[in-house]
């Protein structure tokens, strides 16, 4: 094989409370082309990030492909890039995953599939640095994963919800290092148990479709109180989605974008129209996305 086309989706992490756990897959896509060349390495951007990603060999995307052919014992003469980007870069909606997801899994067919998608998903998951956007990224779906240390990531795939997710996207980045960087250390059992709580509930309702319960499984206590600062109005334009008739709302990854769901289709336009108001009223302006699960992840397209 000497070309290849991957499409990678969109994730978002948490869903609330499910911090560096719980991840779903969005129907919003970059593109990866890869094609070896008799020499050299050419890297070019389209879309999100154009002018601002790298085209050398700094790239997180060539990065993850050289050592996908390292460990598949596999030496291209040259390699040619393309990629096509429509996912924001660092609003929490798993750009950096996708990098990397589709990169890993582009590499992998050039080199003959050498490799199993959970050596992949460990790879990927490695340079990231968590495993909550990477899995739903190579697996699409609604995903529960832990990090081992004899058996590295395990996870898992239960169909997702079926739901509008209506994104705010405030036109800001906010890297996942500053993001991180506000958590505390310690948190207390207190907070911990309010946690567990609502993620196990949380997963309840998507295998059962019992999404009332989504309006209070999605209330978080161990990273969205603490990001408040970080994502101005965030806290209203929860209260704003909810009274407009979401059935849940969180703060996607590690922000700035907020995503509510709902399985109402004629009420998206009051929600989105709630969301942006809110955040103006805060001197916060966004754009707005319509959104839906991905249940595919990762797929070649081209051979």
């Known amino acids: 094989m000497t070309k290849v086309k991957v499409r990678v989706p969109a994730t978002t992490a948490n869903l609330g409370p499910g911090f560096d756990v719980l991840g779903m897959a969005l129907n919003l896509y970059n593109?990866?082309?890869?094609?070896?060349?008799?020499?050299?390495?050419?890297?070019?951007?389209?879309?999100?990030g154009k002018g601002?990603?790298?085209?050398?060999?700094?790239?997180?995307v060539y990065e993850i492909a050289w050592k996908v052919f390292k460990l598949a014992g596999y030496s291209p003469r040259g390699i040619?890039?393309?990629?096509?980007?429509?996912?924001?870069?660092?609003?929490?909606?798993?750009?950096?995953?996708?990098?990397?997801?589709?990169?890993?899994v582009a590499a992998n067919a050039l080199s003959g599939s050498r490799l199993s998608l959970e050596e992949l998903i460990n790879l990927a998951s490695e340079m990231e640095g968590h495993p909550d956007n990477v899995v739903p990224a190579a697996v699409g779906g609604f995903t529960l994963c832990i990090n081992t240390v004899d058996e590295g990531i395990?996870?898992?795939?239960?169909?997702?919800?079926?739901?509008?997710?209506?994104?705010?996207?405030?036109?800001f980045e906010l890297s996942t290092k500053k993001a991180r960087d506000v958590l505390p250390k310690m948190v207390s059992i207190k907070d911990a148990v309010f946690n567990m709580g609502r993620t196990s509930m949380l997963v309840y309702a998507v295998q059962t479709g019992e999404l009332r319960?989504?309006?209070?499984?999605?209330?978080?206590?161990?990273?969205?109180?603490?990001?408040?600062?970080?994502?101005?109005?965030?806290?209203?334009v929860f209260e704003a989605a909810l009274e407009a008739g979401a059935l849940g709302v969180f703060l996607s990854g590690a922000g700035p974008?907020?995503?509510?769901?709902?399985?109402?289709?004629?009420s998206i336009g009051k929600i989105k129209e709630a969301m942006k108001i809110t955040f103006l009223n805060h001197d916060m302006d966004c754009s707005l996305l319509e959104l839906e699960p991905d249940a595919q992840g990762a797929v070649i397209m081209e051979k």
Do not use: C, W
């Not at 601002?52 to 997180?60: E, K, N, R, W």
């Not at 974008?257 to 004629?266: E, R, Y």
């Open 31 to 48: 593109y990866i082309e890869m094609k070896e060349m008799d020499s050299g390495l050419e890297i070019s951007v389209e879309g999100e």
């Open 52 to 60: 601002i990603l790298p085209g050398d060999s700094s790239s997180i």
């Open 80 to 104: 040619k890039i393309k990629l096509t980007n429509n996912i924001p870069i660092a609003r929490g909606l798993g750009s950096s995953a996708a990098a990397l997801v589709g990169g890993a």
């Open 154 to 171: 395990i996870f898992r795939k239960i169909d997702p919800p079926e739901v509008y997710a209506v994104a705010a996207v405030p036109f």
């Open 213 to 236: 319960l989504l309006k209070n499984v999605m209330q978080d206590r161990l990273h969205q109180l603490y990001r408040v600062s970080l994502v101005p109005g965030m806290e209203n």
């Open 257 to 266: 974008t907020v995503i509510a769901l709902t399985q109402d289709k004629s």
